[in-house]
């Protein structure tokens, strides 16, 4: 049996280039058509967010030309000046379609770099010394999932006394750790019954570089998909909570403040929800796609 | 006679169940000279492998704790030492090596970058020189185009190569001991004696002491010096390997070695020993290899025996090895 499971390796070697598993995983993404949709969507997302000022042709924040106290561009429909028209104050939504995606990644990444340090962190200790450190970190994990999201993030901004965007990072990034400490704890602890963390501690490796050099770069692949859908997810909540009047604050262009502001004229002028409304769906559209292609192209059991 | 480079006293290891306490190794004592082979035979469970983890301080604690005994390493005991010095020893001065040669190595890290990993932790190489260093000791195991591997990942290696390859990692930093926990028992038979041959040459041009645990004493026969016979948890008979295989003392040594297949001889059929290995926590009260001894009467029952010197340095747990006569029995099968 065993000797036959080597043979069929030793084929598979030699058809095989010799590659990292990160170049298997990545030969299995650019076969995944979805995923690469995903892809694209999200490098032109980083793009736009890297590029606004360059991209975007006018001030998102303010109109260009108010005359006697008077909107002249207020309310226009798409144009060739103004692809996707302008709002109520006379500003292009375009570039402020462009601006949107700077705050909507930024909370995506921060809010996700947050649970990073905090899910991988607590997961990790919880998983590898288990016992009652263990315990402690689960039943925090426990109480952090059963809070209502909205609830959590009204709590923050009452504490801070007034909303903004730089709160949303916070109540975001602390209700998100969870999911990901679960499953690094997971990953860990079913990691550190492997043998080759048994001969690391054996060529006298310690518990830290063991967790940092072994342990967590084998459960790479399960953390960087959780990521990538929580980024997707920090979009949608930031929207949410910018809509309901609880994250960021006009004028900063996030879509969720545009869809808010252009609820009223949602009958008479539908340009102001289409357009946010439109990215939002893509955005959160491309970088799910991307998760889901992720997820079967870092899963081993996958391979075939 | 040569140095003793590791003396293990007494050892005892117990593991808190649930269900009760199981004496995993109880009581075990034995040397390792200088350049040594010294093999330790049993089947599963029989704690062999728990004393190997013991000496290298890797029980899994809890349930597993070091209760009593001394393991002395040159001039310190280690059950004494702090958690850092220990980290210092291993893979430095006593390394192991495993049984599962593919899932010992770690799937994401190139074999160069682990075989440095210990060189540049004990030795303080920087890279350059831990990769020119992994190359050599690649090249010591018989590994070809070690150039070339030593990029490789472990999944582009077969079962032989990666054990090779735990083999360059185990003595990269030239330890006095090696221990090697079921070398070969994951790897086919012509691959095992290829391994075993080379664990001898390197034992022979580094000078290192080997204790090598197996359950196979085909495997003993051809590379140990000193055997260890253990059965639930105790040294049931220790000797030379030559005696051992001429004269064993002790019921289960004859039994093993009577189980042995071999190819000439008239009669076909194995003699397996009968029954089981019991679970830990029944052991009969007496000798614990009462239940599935041939041999066993109402005294083996009753009480256990002590570890015996027979003849120098040959050692049975027996009640009746001056009654019995297990020589002939195990030549004529």
Known sequence: MKAQ??????????????????????????????????????????????????????????????EDGKVELSLQGPSWAHPFGTDKLGRDIFSRVVYGARISLMVGLITQGIALVLGITLGAIAGYYGGLIDEAVSYLIQVFLAFPFILFAIAIMAVFSEPGVDKVFLALGLISWPPLARIVRGQVMSIKEEEYIEAAQSLGASDFRIIVKHVIPNSLAPIIVTVTLGVAGAILAEAGLSFLGLGTQPPRPSWGVMLKTGQEYIRSYPYMIWFPGLAIMIAVMGINLLGDGLRDALDPKMKD | MSSTLLEVKDLQTYFFTDRGTVKAVDGVSFDVEKGETLGIVGESGSGKSVTAASIMQLVPSPPGDIVGGEINF?????????????????????????????TSLNPVYTIGEQISEVLRLHQGLNKDEALEKSIDMLEKVGIPSPEERVHEHPH????????????AMALACNPELLIADEPTTALDVTIQAQILELMDELRDEFNTSIILITHNLGVIAEVADK????????IVEQTDTVTLYKDPEHPYTAGLIKSIPKIEGSEGKLKPIKGTVPDPLNFPNGCKFANRCNYAEEKCWAEEPDLEEVKPDHYVRCWRWKELDLKNESEVK
């Open chain 1, 5 to 66: 499971v080597e043979e069929e390796q030793e084929i598979k070697q030699i058809s095989e280039e010799a590659h990292s598993p990160w170049h298997e995983a990545w030969k299995r993404l650019k076969k995944n058509k979805l995923a690469m949709i995903g892809l694209g969507i999200t490098t032109v997302l980083l793009i736009v967010a890297i590029f606004a000022p360059i991209i975007a042709p006018y001030n998102p924040r303010y109109a260009p030309v108010i």
């Open chain 2, 74 to 102: 040159k001039d310190e005991n280690l059950l004494d030492l702090k958690m850092k010095r220990i980290r210092k020893i291993r893979g430095n001065e006593i390394s192991m090596i495993f049984q599962e040669p593919m």
């Open chain 2, 156 to 167: 582009q290696l077969s079962g032989g190569m990666r054990q090779r390859v735990m083999i």
């Open chain 2, 227 to 234: 055997v260890a016979v253990m059965y639930g948890g105790r």
